[in-house]
């Protein structure tokens, strides 16, 4: 009898058979039965409750084998206690130890299946064939892969670590990055906005400077003119007075008067310039703008037909000669115009347009809607569904919506941005060269979706460079 099995047999006979526990206080009963002390005793009272009559009085019947036993002669099992105790140290069987199928032990183990099994499932067809192990040779195989096992993981978790404390590092470092980034973001955006607002003040102050200078100026003239008028008011007065009187009086003192007439001295002071020589100018407002550049390509199909468009990517023209091309509906006749490819009806756009002028160009430049006149002239102003700006000869710039404040420079710009706000409804005009305002249409809402449009206005006028397409009249 093996040790398993032994504790097993020693564990069946340490146990009460009324609670199925370890016995408490052994005793035996006549009939040579063991019994917990307390369990016989509430076995013998529950009975004391039933009716029928006993053969013989005080005693009670055996639980195992029936036989009466008189009370008084139960008798401690001092051995039997001793048993017990043993018993409790010992470790208990449990169910998992036994073959669900069997109830026998699970002394073997089956490799082919990875698992427990007992004497009974080894001769069984299933495990016939597999290859088997008793269980200590299996338990010393795998401990020592499961010991391998546990020192890989080790090392492992050791390496996780590592990384971890490697990881929580990368993260305190990057967080502070992203701190000194966010604190360096909004010095300089601090730096920007001083310099911003110092920058204006300096516009400010010089537009000021400007206004009061050209203020006095026609302040002065004008006071100088007025003192002038009243002057010749007072003698125009006194002449026409003369006149009126009789012949006599009227000849006398007229040298006098004549002389004061003739001695009078009317000036006209010089016309003083109100040309505004403050620019408006944003610092690094153009690379703001050129966030929303969009690659704006005029549409062939609606150019006018003596209008020339070279792509210089693909280095072929984009339009058809004059007597090769169809007159469709989208396309311009009644000047040398062309509207881009896209529509805009929302956003933010901004695009560019070069010049390569020569003498008195013509061209304007900027939006329109997209069911503008194409046959026939209209002025190019807002209510005529454009929001231009355009280049006059003798070099006026001006919005053709405002003829009577024309925006005069020195020289045409050579490089025009164009900024589309259409849900503030605004078109605004920079000089890309020096980053200067042009010019600004706003207005509510705009009536409907828009296209970029140009425009050049005679042959020989120069050329007009959108992204990658340049534009000229063919003369």
Known sequence: MDAVELTRKLQEEATCSICLDYFTDPVMTACGHNFCQECIRLTWEKAKGQKRRRKRRGSFPCPECREPSPQRNLRPNRLLTKVAEMARRQPSLQTRDLCQEHKELLKLFCEDDQSPICVVCRESREHRPHRVVPIKEAVQEYKLKLEQDMKYLREEMMKTGKLQAKEEQTLAEWQEKVKERRERIMAEFAKMDLFLMEEKQRLLQALKEEEEEVVAKLQKSTALLEQQSRSLEMLSLQLED????????????????????????????????????????????????????????????????????????????????????????????????????????????????????????????????????????????????????????????????????PITLTEPPSHVGVFLDFEAGEVSFYNVSDGSHLHTYSQPAFPGPLQPFFCLGAPKSGQMVISTVTLWVKG
């Open 242 to 405: 003369k006149s009126e009187r009789a012949p006599l009086q009227m000849l006398q003192d007229m040298r006098d008067l004549l002389g004061r007439k003739n001695n009078l001295s009317v000036q006209y002071p010089e016309a003083t310039p109100t040309k505004l020589k403050t620019v408006c100018r944003v610092p690094g407002q153009i690379e703001v703008l050129k966030s929303f550049q969009e690659d704006v390509v005029p549409d062939p199909a609606t150019a006018y037909p003596y209008l020339l468009l070279y792509e210089s990517r693909q280095r072929r023209y984009l339009s058809t000669p004059v007597d090769a091309t169809g007159y469709g509906k989208d396309r311009f006749l009644a000047y040398p115009c062309v509207v881009g490819q896209e529509t805009f009806s929302s956003g933010r756009h901004y695009w560019e347009v070069g010049m390569n002028l020569t003498g008195d160009a013509l061209w304007a430049l900027g939006v329109c809607r997209d069911s503008v006149s194409r046959r026939r002239r209209v002025p190019k102003s807002p209510e005529n569904g454009f929001w231009v700006v355009q280049l006059c000869k003798g070099k006026r710039y001006a919005p053709v919506a405002s003829p009577l404040m």
